[in-house]
Nanobody, 115 residues
């Protein structure tokens, strides 16, 4: 019912920036939380940041002060501005949305930060 299209991943040097975007389409009425998760090889998928329809945000400790999540409710889009990137930020980043107790995942986009 919900499709998520991500963009903005890529390869950057340490200290650089990337902006990830995720656009929801399909049956989008009722979407509440939107967020970003990441998963590095051999590690569990972990929450990076999340934002509700009302604008309340939640950040993982390892990105506080560096990443900013935002959303455009009219466009059903969530963004993740990633600044001061570190090599340990290298991972596949996944968009996630919640709607009426269900969740949907994006296909994932690779973020690679070189030293």
């Amino acid at each position: 019912q919900v499709q998520l299209v991500e963009s903005g991943g890529g390869l950057v040097q340490a200290g650089g920036s990337l902006r990830l975007s995720c656009v929801a389409s399909g049956t989008t009425l009722g979407i509440n939380a939107m967020g970003w998760y990441r998963q590095a090889p051999g590690k569990q998928r972990e929450l990076v940041a999340a934002i509700t329809s009302g604008g309340s945000t939640d950040y993982a400790d390892f990105v506080k002060g560096r990443f900013t999540i935002s959303r455009d409710n009219a466009k059903k889009t969530v963004h993740l501005q990633m600044n001061s990137l570190k090599p340990e930020d290298t991972a596949v980043y996944y968009c996630n949305v919640g709607r009426y107790g269900r969740t949907w995942w994006g296909q994932g986009t690779q973020v690679t930060v070189s030293s």
